[in-house]
């Protein structure tokens, strides 16, 4: 077998998978991966992907035909700052495993959680070329350092929006690194059958039995964690908002962030106290359901990043509340108001009166997956990664080799081009 003949050896592409979002959106991805003819997919499913009290969404991949090579158990029980920083560092170990196990040319990343910073991590210092999905956002919650800090490690980028793509060059990331553009659920959502069947939304969970063919919400929450303290208050506040429209809704329990266990908790205080007849909780859904209900919904509210990005696709309202999302992009489906009763139900009067808004194709055409498998197939790892600006003129005058994908900083005399001469400074501040 050569690498240059007709059996050339496929590459090895290992998709982490760390909570069901992350599956809605690589699934598309993972699909070309596994349908390419130069690439072989490995995947590993972690964090709430493995955990029964999520419902093991590892079990919807499964179920789909996508390979799982490896499970396994990361999350420290308490949902506390300490328990996620702990967190991260088992998951550093346990991923090393696996990697030295499976053995893959390139780790591919998403988002901005922070199993994902510690998959990334332990890819970085065991050399392994790791690509990035969705680099270069905005957004609150620790998730605003942990997205950046994973760009930082990455080799290659797969940015959903073209500001982020420029955000990702202003980070210093190299412009031919960034390897295409667009948000790969936007695929998921182009080609599904958005028909919502009852038993989707009511044959699991609990609560009150929704009428789909009629109006509903719904809602998403989860704990912004650089405002560790404030969830509970805040959940008060979009519960009472709720409360007075009585329209019924479909809730989503949250992530496992710092903080999750108050918000659950206050759902569940306000359930039994007040018994409403118009709310439904359920855990997980499928990524096609989820983007099913999220289509039919008549708003949606609450923080999620679906509601900025997929909900935009179906034109779906959105009341974004909070700032676990504040600097994302966002289209004109989508209302911003802060976590008090009266602005959330404002905003939710407004933008059911509204009504749906036009598609919005701000985070991706529909075609994206394939464009990334393509690129994970014609891609060259490397393994140093560099500053790109920072070698932005070549002092020599030489014309810059492309070598391992990126623009060689390294002229022929083996001398760096760097912009000024630092030395010089240096020096000049120790006379």
């Known amino acids: ?33 596994r349908d390419h003819p130069e690439l072989e997919l490995q995947s ?42 702990k ?54 919650s620790i998730d605003e350092s942990a997205r950046h800090a994973i760009s930082k490690f990455a080799h290659f980028h797969f940015p959903a929006t073209a500001r982020a793509r420029d955000y990702l060059v202003r980070m210093g990331e190299a412009p031919e690194a960034i390897l295409a553009v667009g948000c790969p659920s936007s695929d998921l959502a182009r080609r599904l059958d958005r028909k919502l069947a009852s038993e989707v939304v009511n044959g699991a969970g609990s609560g009150a039995v929704l009428d789909v063919t009629k109006p509903f919400l719904l809602v998403v929450f989860h704990p912004t964690t650089t405002t560790y303290g404030s969830e509970q208050g805040q959940m008060e506040e979009l519960l009472a908002a709720l409360d007075r429209e009585r329209m019924q809704t479909l809730l989503l329990w949250p992530n496992i962030d710092a903080g999750a266990d108050h918000i659950s908790k206050t759902v569940r205080i306000f359930r039994d106290r ?12 499928t990524p096609e359901n989820y983007l099913r209900v999220l289509a039919a919904a008549s708003c949606a509210v609450g923080n ?5 990005r997929d909900a935009g696709y179906f034109g ?18 989508v209302v911003p108001v802060a976590p008090r009763r009266e602005e959330i139900g404002s905003a939710l009067v407004y933008q059911r009166t509204h009504g749906r808004y036009e598609a919005s194709t701000l985070y991706g055409d529909g075609h994206v997956a394939g464009r990334i498998a393509d690129a994970l197939a014609r891609l060259t790892p490397y393994t140093q990664k560099r500053l790109q600006y920072i070698y932005a003129r070549n002092q020599m005058g030489n014309e810059r080799a492309v070598v391992n994908g990126h623009a060689n900083p390294w002229n022929r005399d083996g001398a760096r081009g760097v912009e000024g001469d630092p030395a010089q400074e240096h020096r000049a501040g120790l006379r």
Not at 90 to 116: C, H, M, N
Request: hydrophobic content about 40%; charged content about 20%.
């Open 87 to 140: 967190s991260v560092g088992f998951a550093t170990v346990e991923f090393a495993s696996e990697y030295q196990r499976l053995k893959p040319e390139v780790v591919l990343l998403i988002g901005d959680r922070y199993e994902a910073l510690a998959a990334a991590i332990s890819a970085a210092y065991m050399n392994l070329c790791i690509a990035h999905l969705q680099g270069g956002e905005v957004s609150g």
């Open 1 to 33: 077998m050569t690498q240059n003949g007709p059996h050339k050896k496929r590459r090895k592409v290992c998709v982490v998978l760390v909570d069901r979002a992350n599956f809605g959106r690589l699934k598309p991805v993972m699909e070309a991966i």
């Open 304 to 308: 999620s990043s679906s509601f900025v």
């Open 274 to 285: 007040n018994a409403p007849d118009w709310l439904r909780t359920i855990t997980n859904l």
């Open 44 to 85: 590993i499913a972690a964090g709430t992907m493995v955990l029964e009290r999520f419902g093991r969404p590892v079990e919807l991949v499964k179920a789909s035909g996508l390979a799982v090579n490896g499970e396994i158990y990361t999350e420290l029980e308490g949902s506390t700052p300490n328990s996620m920083a």
């Open 316 to 333: 779906t309202p959105v009341v974004l509340v909070g700032g676990r999302q504040e600097g994302r992009e966002f289209d004109t489906h």
